[in-house]
């Protein structure tokens, strides 16, 4: 079954440091990966996503996040964390089928804290 | 602001009572998604509507039911109310329901069953 794992569900980092949110999935399909953001009492908005083409995806407030397949990895990456960037981060993965849906399959969560 | 709605943004409710969470989507899109996040099981796909159909179920319960209407928006009806039911419910829209697309998330409905 496909599925979608998030480690560590805290992450911790100092305000400037590098912000590395890692997400691993699991499909015999390719997958189109998205990362969203929710702040709290939000919706959930999207950071970035992959679907084909360039591996290495750039997304809104400096977030990146590089496709690998033979690690089935989507990490999220930012160069220095900023105090706004606090906030909750999905993972999410969708595959195509003969149904075409659109169906997200969405990791656990990593709260991203960030220290002054 | 993702341009889709919900209301109400809080529920508070009885067990046994039934319920219904209202969804417009962003002006355009003909997919309409109901996702549920609970702290024990996350966030769960429940049903996808495109243009008025229904395309795609998840872990729906049977007490649960939801529709597309002519004009796009959506109800999703909670029946049977279970403490365990007391979640956010996202609704969230894209413009063909497509497996590469972006789904656009409302705000949610906060729904607590005491």
């Known amino acids: 079954a496909q599925s979608v794992t998030q480690l560590g569900s805290h992450v911790s980092v100092s305000e400037g440091a590098l912000v590395l949110l890692r997400c691993n999935y699991s499909?015999?399909?390719?997958?189109?990966l998205f990362w969203y953001v929710q702040y709290p009492n939000q919706g959930l908005q999207l950071l970035l996503k992959?679907?084909?083409?360039?591996?290495l995806v750039k997304g809104i407030n400096g977030f990146e996040a590089e496709f690998k397949k033979s690690e089935t990895s989507f990490h999220l990456t930012k160069p220095s964390a900023h105090m706004s960037d606090a906030a909750e981060y999905f993972c999410a993965v969708t595959f195509d089928g003969s149904s075409n849906t659109g169906k997200l399959i969405f990791g656990q969560g990593t709260t991203l804290q960030v220290k002054p | 602001d993702s341009g889709v709605t919900q209301t109400p943004k809080h529920l508070i409710t009885a067990t046994g009572q039934r319920v219904t969470l209202r969804c417009s989507p962003r002006?355009?899109?003909?997919?309409v998604y109901w996702y549920q996040q609970s702290l024990d099981q996350g966030l769960q796909f429940l049903i996808q509507?495109?243009?008025?159909?229904?395309?795609a179920k998840g872990n729906i319960l049977e007490r649960f039911s939801a529709q597309q209407f002519p004009d796009l928006h959506s109800e999703l009806n909670l029946s049977s109310l279970e403490l365990g039911d007391s979640a956010l419910y996202f609704c969230?829209?894209?413009?063909?329901?497509?497996?590469?697309?972006?789904?656009?998330f409302g705000p949610g409905t906060r729904l607590l069953v005491l």
């Open positions: 992959y679907t084909t083409g360039a591996t």
């Open positions: 002006s355009g899109d003909l997919s």
């Open positions: 509507y495109y243009n008025g159909e229904e395309r």
């Open positions: 499909s015999s399909v390719p997958p189109y």
């Open positions: 969230a829209s894209s413009v063909l329901g497509r497996v590469s697309e972006t789904q656009y």
